[in-house]
């Protein structure tokens, strides 16, 4: 069973996650799954996306950011636990 206490992590995307809807896609994914965060693109051409909120949803949101969107391709994608933040709200694109 997940555990059910709050958690935060970062994901690095790389691959062609760029110009192709992979922001939108994540908060998309995120906001369903009722966490908070952000995603933005970063000047090496990767992705960054951050989330706070249950561990399975966090689960969910790492296999949908495996997925990406249709126009773009996963490489690699490398996951950092973070400390959970209570304050975080919303879903900000970057």
Not at 48 to 55: D, Q, S
Not at 77 to 82: D, G, H, N, R, S
Request: hydrophobic share 45%.
């Amino acid at each position: 069973m997940a555990d059910p206490k709050p958690a935060g992590r970062r994901w690095l995307i790389e691959g062609r996650v760029q110009g192709v809807g992979f922001r939108a896609h994540a908060r998309r994914h995120a906001q369903a799954l009722g966490l908070a965060g952000s995603a933005r693109n970063l000047p090496d051409g990767r992705v960054e996306v951050i989330a706070h909120g249950p561990v399975a949803a966090l689960d969910e949101l790492h296999a949908s950011l495996v997925r990406g969107p249709a126009l773009g391709r996963v490489d690699l994608i490398t996951p950092q636990t973070l400390p959970h933040d209570g304050q975080a709200r919303g879903f900000a694109l970057g």
